[in-house]
Structure formats: C-alpha cells, structure tokens
C-alpha cells in the first residue's frame, strides 16, 4: 500500500526492511498485525508498506524521514506489539534502516503501451 | 541465505529491494529463480539474500559495495533473466537501492537464555 504512487516520493526517502521468523503461536498476531499496517499508514511521515509471507515474511515500510522511522518506534500500541511480538509471534527477526539510493519501476501495461506505440 | 551472519558484515554495506508482482506465467520461472539466487550468491561482494512470496513478492540481497551491485545487474546470464522477466514474468516491479545505516536483530533463544540467567 503505498500513499501516493512512489515515483511521487520526495527522496531522499528511508526503508525499513523487517525480516521475520514466526513462531507457531498464532494468538492474537493477525489482528495486531492489521491494527499495526493501519496505524502506521496513518503517522507523519509515512509513505508507503509492503508484505509478503512464506517460508519467511518480509515488510519494508518507507518513510519521509529517520525521525518518522523514530517516532513510529516509539508509538505506544506499537511498543506494546514489538513486545508482544518478542514473546510470542517471533521465532526471530532483523531489521535495517535504510536510506534508498535509486528506485526503479516496471510496469508490463506501460511497456505494452510503449511496444504498440 | 546468508554468506556469514549479519551481525558479522562490514559496515556499511547496501541492500537491493525487488518488490513484485506476477504475471500468471510461470513457465521457466522457478529455475530461473532458483538459478538466479544461487547465480547472486556467488558475485564478489555478495552478503545475503531473502524471499518471500504471498500476494506479492519481496526479494532483499546485500552487497558490500554498489559496485557490486552494479556488476551483479550487468552479468550477462541476469541480463537475460530480466529480459524474460519484463517479458513474461512480471505484472508489475520496483526495485529500491538503499544504504544500511543501522541493524538490529532479535532471536528468541537468546533472550531465553538471558532470561534464565
């Protein structure tokens, strides 16, 4: 989900790449998991977040700045789910804040368009 | 996969995020796949990578270097693999180059033990 289309970001712009190993215990992770997306999406700063989950799940989270990436840190319902998250959801996880460099995109409609054209 | 354990990498180093989409063509894609990870994993410079898919998918590698980086795009049997990629594969791509300036890990058993002592 990403807030307006990313070629629109201002950059320099900042990842957050969380990496992550589940436990077995599935109590409770998927509604915090929703509540957490959501209330993200909804601090200053914020521009855009992807999952995706098999063997591992990956979410990278962008950010305007490092001190939106701080202060979404130190959220109070955030830091009571990182808790939650280290004595029950997660096996292990890491995590890295990044400052994006260069993006690409691809779009196949776009491209076909072109090749008509 | 990682080539030696992330908290062993030398700072800094960079992170290359492909985030995908895919077309519902899947001939030659899993050997691709697989051939071009293990293809990665042996560029100088190469530190790690991570997938996952679900709705979307989300590929991290790291590189010590931008360079490396660079050469890894510029291989031959991956510029191949892009192509077909643009061409069958892929609904949609983006791929952000980005600078690691922090790191952090946690893993449950390790903070098990510490609990216990």
Redesign the interface.
């Known amino acids: 989900m990403h807030l307006i289309p990313?070629d629109q970001w201002p950059k320099p712009y900042?990842?957050v790449?969380f990496?992550s190993k589940r436990?077995s215990l599935d109590e409770g992770y998927g509604e915090m998991a929703t509540k957490m997306e959501e209330l993200s999406s909804r601090q200053d700063g914020f521009l855009g977040i992807?999952?995706?989950?098999?063997?591992?799940?990956?979410t990278?989270s962008y950010w305007k700045t490092?001190e939106a990436i701080r202060n979404w840190k130190e959220n109070s319902e955030h830091t009571i789910a990182q808790k939650l998250g280290?004595k029950m959801w997660?096996?292990?996880?890491?995590?890295?804040?990044?400052?994006?460099?260069?993006?690409?995109?691809?779009?196949?409609?776009a491209?076909n368009e072109k090749r008509k054209n």
Do not use: N, P, Q
Not at 50 to 58: H, L, Y
Not at 90 to 109: G, P, Q
């Open positions: 990313m900042y990842a790449i990496t436990t992807e999952s995706a989950r098999s063997e591992i799940g990956i990278v490092l280290k997660y096996e292990w996880y890491h995590m890295s804040i990044c400052k994006v460099e260069r993006a690409y995109e691809f779009h196949l409609d491209e």
